[in-house]
């Protein structure tokens, strides 16, 4: 996962040198070479990192160009838009390698990326004309799983901090945790009793109706307090519950998702809770619900063509910023849901977006490493802030200021100006950082990632406060 992300910064650079006018030569098939080999080539061994190097950015986990998955075996045989990409026995015929070896377009991977090195295409090949045999020994690698996730993966995918500053909560797997901010201590852990082992498909019926010590059966993506601080919201796959937040009991449970539900927002007047998502490369999902009746009060449809990452409610709550995986950042109109403007600029899925105090003004950030300001009501991009060196998962303003934050998978959050100025880095960190929340006063920041850590800095000097670790989930059950 990681490995992935870290692609994403060399598929930046050629299309940076393209930007400065630099003349690409024709493109020329890849070189056809002979292996001189008779042992079989493992997929496991050799072909699996050459896909995982060179095509994972955009064919795996939830991106999956053409939709072609290559982040695992089973991905590669069903192919993608065309069907079958490969042909086994015959790599000749194989759309992948037609692709690869750049003798028919879409060239892969595309013009400004890495291409296949004569060697690769030659093992990949010859792979393909040995029966493209599946790998002896499965292995299982870290994604999305909808049944539960395994044991051993807890990233930090949301972090919230209560408006009162009293209480952070933080999502890890499936569960989510609430720890005291002043002590640092986990007081609570948010328990959905429907949850049994009856409703997760238990193998000949073992533990049937043993609670299940979660908030969701699947990985919690996004979290959000109310404004008032009464309500928290989760988002998981194709759910969406909002919490008592001081009884840790379920208020509401909104269904009808297509796929995750990974960006949340109460609006300033705490009303509504806009939610997006959707499945990948499938249409994305905006959808807008009455907090205190649980109602659905408007979808837009056909928004984003692919899932969407960031929403954000205008400071007056008559406009809702969204931006997803299409690149693109849009406006809509509420409570019509009528489209007003799109931004374009980013080069690869943009992942958060916010609006400035005065609603002139919005920030978009991006898995292209890059923070962007628009002018709303110009429709222009005034600037490219640059600064973190890898994909910016969330974007928060900082109250009514002008300031915002934002945390990458460079490990650090940093908060910026307008302007571009970088004003003060939190760091500590040792791994891709996914979820952030800063107090409307900017003194409190929480972050956490994937190292499944939370960490509490004093956001006026950037001074470490807590660092929340994962409760013991036998000790905590209340
Ligand atoms: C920078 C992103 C990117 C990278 C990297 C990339 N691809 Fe693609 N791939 C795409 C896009 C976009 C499409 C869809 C093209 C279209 O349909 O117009 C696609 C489509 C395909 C298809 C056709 C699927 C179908 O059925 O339509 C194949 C096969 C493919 N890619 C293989 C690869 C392989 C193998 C690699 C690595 C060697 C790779 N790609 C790397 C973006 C990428």
Redesign the pocket.
Known sequence: MRLLFSLVLL?GLPALANAQGKKTKPVQPIAVIELKRTTPVLYDKEIEP??VH??A???SDNIK????D?GSYEGLMK?????A?IVPGKSADS??VK??GRTEK?F???KG?EP?TPEELALLKLWIDQGAKAPATKRERPKVIVVGPPADVHPVLGVALRPDKKYVAASRGNQIHIYEVASGKHVRMLLDPQLTVSSTSPKNGEGKGKAIQAAHLSLVESLAYSPDGKTLASGAFQEVVLWDADKGTIRQRLTGFADRVVALDFSHDGKLLATGGGAPTADGEIKIFDVASGKLVVEIKNGHSDTVFGISFSPDDKKLATCAADKFVKVFELPSGKFLKAFEGHTHHVLDVGWSADGKLLASAGADNVIKIWDFDKGEQLRTINGHNKQITRLVFIGKSDQFATCSGDQTVRFWNLNGANIRNFGGNADFLYALAVSSDGTLVAAGGQEGIVRVYNGSNGQLLKSLEPPDAQAVRK
């Open positions: 598929a050459i896909l060179k095509c950015v955009c064919h160009e053409g939709k072609l290559l192919g993608g838009k065309h069907g990409a759309l992948l692709l690869v879409k892969m991977p595309p990326e296949l």
